[in-house]
């Protein structure tokens, strides 16, 4: 029994970028491709020829990830908007570097609310308990 043919096409390309006898172990370099969305279509071929086709969407991101704080996507927006914009990329694997590997990010509304109640409290404790004592 022949073994298997494997025919592998990205996007919507017509030429295969592949064209093997299976079993086989295959890598996919993304270096080469643009950053987006992509199509993996694998076509096999049994020795009757039989067709079996998977087509496997993916995302290349080997660019520098940007992110952006101030404004969500498809918001309406007026007026003048901050944002804080960052892009970073993984950089040599070889080394590590601290500065600009995290994106910063402002306090939440949430946290500010939680650190006001609690000073808060504190005043009202301070205040109800606090006995002077005339000596």
Do not use: C
């Not at 994106?103 to 949430?110: A, G, V």
Request: proline share 6%; glycine share 8%; hydrophobic share 45%.
């Amino acid at each position: 029994m022949d073994a298997s043919e494997i025919i592998i096409f990205l996007d919507d390309e017509k030429a295969p970028i592949a064209h093997l006898k299976a079993p086989v172990h295959f890598e996919l370099d993304t270096n080469k491709l643009v950053d987006g969305q992509h199509t993996l279509r694998v076509v096999s071929k049994d020795s009757t020829g039989k067709e079996g086709i998977r087509v496997i969407p993916f995302e290349v991101r080997n660019g520098p990830a940007i992110s952006v704080e101030g404004i969500k996507e498809n918001a309406i927006v007026n007026g003048v908007l901050p944002l804080m914009i960052n892009a970073y990329s993984k950089g040599d694997t070889e080394k590590f570097y601290i500065a600009g590997s995290e994106t910063p990010k402002s306090i939440p509304t949430w946290v500010w609310i939680l650190i006001i109640l609690f000073i808060g409290w504190g005043i009202y404790y301070l205040i109800s308990y606090y006995n002077i004592n005339p000596a």
